[in-house]
């Protein structure tokens, strides 16, 4: 079974850092492009960041720009968010989301993990 | 950065009915669209990609169309099931979604 799974979600303080993670499993991880997209409470999706398959490729989303970090591990076949300067508004569930070879879209989808920044 | 508009923001429509969602780009984008749905609590799911290619598994009564600017999402009869909030999602430069649509039933 094609499946994501996300992990490392959790409730932080304002300025703090997290990690998050997602395993992958069911597909060749390695050839695909991968995102993270969040949602805010009750708002509407937000796309974060792209990792290209070989890492050589990263875009990011200018609210999380020089904040975030995408990275991944084709032998793992895990892909990673490390967030950190964390604010109340990057309160969110965080997704991972896979990015099918072009015409690109996000065709498989984890199940979220929530992310809380406060005091 | 792109901007994607989606209207409108929400719409109560009757078992049966036909229903339209529209999603404007601040530019050309080409054909380069997806449309997802997602029900409450759940992720978001692949429906449409390439602005009109219905994804393999997908009802045939959601459709979409348009190109350049001005994109249409369709569903054909609205059923319970598709109670849901709609996003459009360009992939022209880097990625922007629409502000969402939620479908209710009347």
């Known amino acids: 079974e094609v499946q994501l799974v996300e992990s490392g979600g959790g409730l932080v303080q304002p300025g703090g850092s997290l990690r998050l993670s997602c395993a992958a499993s069911g597909f060749t991880f390695s050839s695909y492009s991968m995102n993270w997209v969040r949602q805010a409470p009750g708002k509407g999706l937000e796309w974060v960041s792209y990792?290209?398959?070989?890492?050589?490729?990263?875009y990011y989303a200018d609210s999380v720009k020089g904040r975030f970090t995408i990275s991944r591990d084709n032998a793992k076949n895990s892909l990673y968010l490390q967030m950190n300067s964390l604010r109340d508004e990057d309160t969110a569930v965080y997704y991972c989301?896979?990015?099918?070879?072009?015409?690109?879209?996000?065709?498989?989808w984890g199940q979220g993990t929530m992310v809380t920044v406060s005091s | 950065d792109i901007q994607m508009t989606q209207s409108p923001s929400s719409l109560s429509a009757s078992v049966g009915d036909r229903v339209t969602i529209t999603c404007q780009a601040s530019?050309?984008?080409?054909?380069?669209l997806n449309w997802y749905q997602q029900k409450p609590g759940k992720a978001p799911k692949l429906l449409i990609y390439?602005?009109?290619n219905l994804e393999t598994g997908v009802p045939s009564r959601f459709s979409g169309s348009g190109s350049g600017t001005d994109f249409t999402f369709t569903i054909s009869s609205l059923q319970p099931e598709d109670i849901a909030t709609y996003y459009c999602?360009?992939?022209?430069?880097?990625?922007?979604f629409g502000q969402g649509t939620k479908v209710e039933i009347k």
């Open positions: 989301a896979r990015d099918r070879l072009w015409p690109s879209a996000f065709d498989i």
């Open positions: 990792i290209s398959s070989s890492s050589s490729t990263i």
């Open positions: 530019q050309d984008i080409s054909n380069y």
């Open positions: 999602q360009q992939y022209d430069n880097l990625r922007t």
């Open positions: 390439d602005a009109s």
